[in-house]
């Protein structure tokens, strides 16, 4: 564990569908990164913005390009928070747990790999002014086109900052392979918290919702950091929670006060209603969503629905066109 | 009055503080905007924000200059919505019912001018692409009628609420707010106004004039809280503008704390001289009573 009188190094990881990201999503980290600097224990040093897998099936979820993308521009504004892609890279859903896992791994290697120190496994490539990269398929200039079928060379990985033992010409980016670590590196160095609001921290009693041993291992190895509106009590929450209860030191509450309910769920509503979500949402992603036209519910529901009662129309005939000569045999028949 | 089947030509009018303009103030716009051309009835031609003069006194309240420039950054992506000086140029602090009067006279001359209706006295300026603005004081000739267009007063719930603060608006400015523009209020969920206009004579007397809007994507950007995170140093992102951000940041404005300190260290300063002054005063008539009595 890091010694009591040093800050401990924290990422800040919020999993979601981010469909679309709001000014909501992003506040979290603001929030979150004030309060912990401000119990002087913690030295935040990133934060990342991982979306979900279209895998994962969740009714209206747009494809992954799109969310990542809306989450790119959004964070075009912000020096220390980044998207990264790798949970919707993989070829099925995985549960929060081992995105935290990979998360941690990589950070740390990152960090480390910044610090000089040897890991195996990772796999650097050092450009002009000395920056440590660990994926080998990100590929950049001119070959970012070929690879939109992997987006690592799209999406900016993680910039630490607050490095201080780092020069300016040396700048850590985020892995996005698997590294083992050495065993003399451990988290102490640095922990990836994952950053979410109280529904999710309730979410964790849902039966059959969260695997008992996840949850177990979220809160003691990583710990949360939970965001919070005025007048709200997740502490009594955590208090009729055994497992809560038993890591609440790490599980930082903090109150928003400066509340908003912009949810993506309202926001895709208002889309469908034709209605502005100016100054909800970032101008950059707002142009994204009309270029592409996305979130246009109403039409597509009703496409879909014109579409179904045509088939059932059509079956419906081709039904009586199957049974009508064999009733007129049967009616035959009897006579 | 305009006919019953026509839409009825507004601009929304929000009068307030901006100390500083925060995203809350912008949404009230856009949810107004909608709301109105939602009911069919109305036809939304405009916004403007006029920040109140600095005669009003306001504890905290920053300079004009700062707060109309913010305005400027923060509605530069804004097509429809604009910042009007006129109240911060007078020479003294106006109420509400003088600026709607201003704007509605302002804003029926802009809208007959780009008509091409000769209006007397009104000075137009014709910019390249055939734009009118009006913000200066006209005079209408008399068969204009506000049937035309109307400013309307837009709000949140609490200024509605304190009408009923004893002392706070004159009577018959309140009556001529609701009767002769009208009021959009936008309010929160589970909150209650129709219960508060319900309770007012007034109010009730005009409630056709009150249009109330449910803001459903609620946020509590208040611009006290904004300023209370500013003392405290912490982050306002995706509240306020970025580019208002900036101009705060480098016009280091709303640093309060480091200015109340400073204030308290001269006071108390003040005192101390000043008990000092009392003693050096005093000392002497006491002794002078002193060897009097003896």
New interface residues.
Partial sequence: MASSTSTRRVVLLCCGSFNPIT?MH??MF??A??YLHRTGKYQVLGGIISPVNDAYGKKDLIESKHRLEMCRLALQ??DWITVDSWECEQNQWHPTMKVLTHHQKAALANYNACKGVQVRGVKRRRQDNDQCTGSQDINYGENNARTSQRLRGRYKPIQLTNMPTLTKTKRCVHSQVDVETTQDQSDSDLQVKLLCGADLLESFAVPGLWADQDVEDIVSKHGIVVITREGSNPQKFVYESDVLYRNSKNIQIVTE???????ST??RR?LSRN??I???V??SVIQYIKTNELYQKDSNKNKSQIFFCFSELLGCCCLCITILPVYKLWHGFVK
């Fill in positions: 000014n992003l506040r603001e929030i990164r004030d504004t912000s006060w400066i509340y908003n309910e912009i949810s309202r926001i208002a209605e502005s100016r100054y909800l970032p101008e």
